[in-house]
């Protein structure tokens, strides 16, 4: 049957369309919000963790509202947008003492998953006060982690979603369209690595890195429901070489084109940056490919 139109990689079909307008008929009463959870469970709609994709549901729907193709009942209610009323990070004070010693003399470190826990703020305050590109709300897929000495911070590290399309990566994974669609969730991007100014040690960083990604698929399943089996990041090459990405055997597979998801030409409208990965398994390319 004809397709109406593709919605996030669903076509959307005549008997699409029909199945919402009866989907309406049958519950006149109900809100946009709970019609899109009956739609999202009537087509077995959802996340990789069992979550119902009642967002995308809800921006489907909407989408045919103003195409006339159905109608919807009147908005009830105007839920308030956190993110865009989002204040700054609070600044929260941490020891600043200068830390300079040998690696082996800070061990354990241990590693805490702070999304949704106490110490997020934390987390986000010294992203905002120590990071040259400061906090940012990540969307999506989540997680954030600090480092501790002892009771002391000296890192954390932000990861997120990757990319839908990035070129060299894409080539590097040798995936077709439909796995990328299928398996974008399997990769996290880390838009955040910070080793709070104060703390120098050598060989640190590196060290961070190959515990991190050692744990990272086991905490992303225990929160999502899934494992990750390739983590990618981005390179300011102005700003730095990317040598602590190296020293823990990540790959350089190219350059980010410039170009942000809206371009409206293949001009670049924001820095050209080195892309790095790194796989997270040895069979990663026979599991992101079917």
């Given at each position: 049957?004809?397709?109406?139109l593709?919605?996030?990689?669903?076509?959307?079909?005549?008997?699409?369309?029909a199945?919402?307008?009866?989907?309406?008929?049958?519950?006149?009463?109900?809100?946009?919000?709970?019609?899109?959870?009956?739609?999202?469970?009537?087509?077995?709609?959802v996340?990789?963790n069992?979550?119902?994709r009642?967002?995308?549901?809800r921006?489907?729907?909407?989408?045919?509202?103003r195409?006339?193709l159905i109608?919807?009942?009147?908005?009830?209610q105007?839920?308030?947008?956190?993110?865009?009323?989002?204040?700054?990070?609070?600044?929260v004070?941490?020891?600043?003492?200068?830390l300079?010693?040998?690696?082996?003399?800070?061990q354990p470190?241990?590693?805490?998953?702070?999304?949704?826990?106490?110490?997020?703020q934390?987390?986000?305050?010294?992203?905002?006060?120590?990071?040259?590109?400061?906090?940012?709300?990540?969307?999506?897929?989540?997680?954030k982690f600090l480092?501790?000495?002892g009771?002391?911070?000296?890192?954390c590290?932000?990861?997120?979603?990757?990319?839908?399309y990035?070129?060299c990566?894409d080539?590097?994974l040798?995936w077709?369209?439909?796995a990328?669609?299928?398996?974008?969730?399997?990769?996290?991007?880390?838009?955040?690595?910070?080793i709070?100014?104060?703390?120098?040690?050598?060989?640190?960083?590196s060290h961070?890195?190959?515990r991190?990604?050692?744990?990272l698929?086991?905490?992303?399943?225990?929160?999502?429901g899934?494992p990750?089996?390739?983590?990618?990041?981005?390179?300011?090459?102005?700003?730095?070489r990317?040598?602590c990405?190296?020293?823990?055997?990540?790959?350089?597979?190219?350059?980010?084109?410039?170009?942000?998801?809206?371009a409206?030409?293949?001009?670049p409208?924001r820095?050209?940056?080195?892309v790095l990965?790194y796989?997270?398994?040895r069979?990663?390319r026979r599991?992101?490919?079917?």
């Open positions: 049957m004809e397709g109406k593709q919605y996030r990689q669903r076509v959307i079909t005549d008997s699409d369309v199945f919402i307008r009866q989907l309406l008929r049958e519950h006149p009463a109900a809100s946009r919000r709970e019609l899109s959870k009956k739609l999202c469970q009537a087509w077995n709609w996340q990789p069992g979550a119902l009642d967002m995308v549901c921006g489907l729907m909407l989408k045919l509202h195409e006339g109608e919807l009942p009147s908005v009830r105007v839920p308030c947008n956190p993110l865009a009323h989002r204040s700054q990070p609070t600044v004070s941490v020891d600043a003492r200068p300079q010693v040998k690696l082996s003399e800070i470190l241990e590693f805490r998953s702070v999304r949704r826990t106490p110490e997020e934390l987390f986000n305050s010294l992203l905002e006060q120590y990071h040259y590109l400061r906090y940012k709300q990540p969307v999506g897929e989540h997680l480092v501790y000495a009771e002391r911070p000296v890192a590290f932000a990861w997120s979603s990757s990319a839908h990035l070129g990566r080539r590097f040798g077709s369209d439909q990328r669609r299928k398996n974008l969730h399997l990769l996290a991007y880390n838009p955040r690595f910070l709070l100014p104060w703390v120098e040690i050598s060989h640190l960083a961070l890195l190959a991190m990604t050692r744990m698929s086991g905490e992303w399943q225990r929160a999502y899934h990750i089996y390739f983590v990618e990041t981005f390179i300011d090459s102005e700003r730095y990317g040598t990405y190296r020293a823990a055997n990540w790959m350089v597979l190219g350059h980010t084109t410039g170009r942000g998801k809206n409206w030409s293949k001009r409208n820095p050209i940056k080195e990965g796989p997270l398994r069979d990663f599991l992101l490919s079917v």
